[in-house]
């Protein structure tokens, strides 16, 4: 197979009808494959992002049964969106989500547009994501080009450029164009994404089951392996954190919500923060105290050390039990603060290392 200057090759039109029937044959049953309306397809293709299908399943299958269509969606307030969305990582999404089913309700009947070009205007809502709702749910003739759909391209037509370059995936997303089915463009575009999830894999990728081994460069080159090419990645960097589980003498516990717009906002959290250079943990939780919260605190036994990774960091998060000396809780640098009883913490959204302690409080 011959690739000049981006063309697809005369022997390629065959790669939509393979794709095609291999989907048939080979594809995942998946909860939301069973009904292909706007809703739902929104729904999981804002939940996949970084997130893998396994993981994915419980909560899309909640989420809907909590929040059957955008309606209800724009109606519950932010924090049960949050509770319902709790430990799946990445919470912008859920925001977004319920921002934009909001705005949906307020100006477009509730309903979300039917072009990709319209659905890109969404918050949230990316090439990929309005790609794979317009083709998939509205019939669309538009590529879908996810981190794994890129991967079975740049290794079927052997392209050796940094895949992370915004050219190269201009370049890629060309080529999904060009390999369009006329009809089906939504079923070809998830049998591309399909196969570079359970296939054409980032290691060890089987190459002897897939559906376009003898169309793929990589694969009679022997760089299967090396392909996509991407740019080192940098060391993950580590912080300290600490956070102060102050108790009352009534046994409630002092909570802050995060700012909607810092990360993990709109969640509620035990109130600390990142340690700075040269100082101790208790000497961090004092000042973060005082910065956030307005309060003096002693500082009392740690009772739990979580390890937590994020997408760009890594955390040790090291809770302390604290009692407040001087001044009243009152939000400088946060949302909301509230005192809790133990029991009620589960009704909280938390994130995941916070969650651990708050079931460490509430376990006695």
Not at 61 to 75: H, W
Not at 88 to 117: C, D, F, I, M, V
């Amino acid at each position: 197979m011959v690739l000049e200057e981006n063309r697809i090759s005369s022997s390629e039109p065959t790669i939509a009808q393979r794709m095609l029937g291999w989907f048939v044959e080979h594809s995942r049953e998946l909860p939301w494959r069973r009904e292909r309306s706007p809703y739902r397809v929104w729904i999981s293709e804002v939940m996949l992002q970084q997130t893998r299908v396994d993981t994915v399943i419980p909560y899309y299958e909640r989420f809907l049964e909590r929040f059957p269509d955008i309606e209800a969606l724009a109606a519950a307030p932010l924090e049960d969106v949050l509770k319902v969305w709790e430990g799946l990582g990445y919470y912008a999404r859920a925001r977004r989500l319920h921002r934009t089913a909001k705005e949906l309700e307020r100006s477009a009947g509730g309903q979300l547009p039917q072009s990709s070009e319209q659905l890109e205007k969404l918050p949230g809502v990316g090439a990929y994501t309005a790609g794979a709702i317009a083709s998939m749910a509205f019939g669309e003739r538009v590529p879908a080009v996810d981190g794994n759909a890129r991967r079975v391209l740049c290794r079927v037509f052997a392209i050796r450029d940094d895949v992370t370059r915004s050219a190269t995936k201009r370049r890629v997303r060309a080529l999904a164009r060009e390999l369009l089915p006329s009809e089906n463009v939504g079923v070809f575009n998830e049998a591309v994404i399909e196969l570079g999830a359970t296939v054409c894999t980032p290691r060890r990728p089987s190459c002897s089951s897939c559906p376009l081994a003898d169309e793929c460069q990589a694969y009679a080159q022997g760089e299967q392996e090396e392909l996509p090419v991407r740019r080192p990645r940098r060391k993950t960097p580590h912080y300290d954190v600490a956070a102060a589980v102050t108790r009352r003498d009534d046994g409630a516990v002092l909570v802050a919500q995060r700012n909607v717009e810092d990360m993990l906002g709109g969640l509620w959290e035990f109130p600390g923060g990142k340690c700075e250079d040269g100082e101790t943990l208790k000497e961090c939780l004092a000042r973060e105290m005082e910065e956030e919260l307005g309060v003096t605190v002693g500082v009392g036994q740690r009772l739990l050390v979580v390890e937590h990774a994020y997408t760009h960091f890594r955390i040790t998060l090291h809770a302390y039990w604290c009692r407040l000396v001087h001044g009243e809780p009152r939000c400088l640098d946060c949302a909301a603060v509230r005192w809790v009883m133990p029991e009620a913490l589960s009704s909280l959204p938390m994130s995941v290392a916070d969650r651990k302690v708050a079931e460490m409080v509430q376990s006695g």
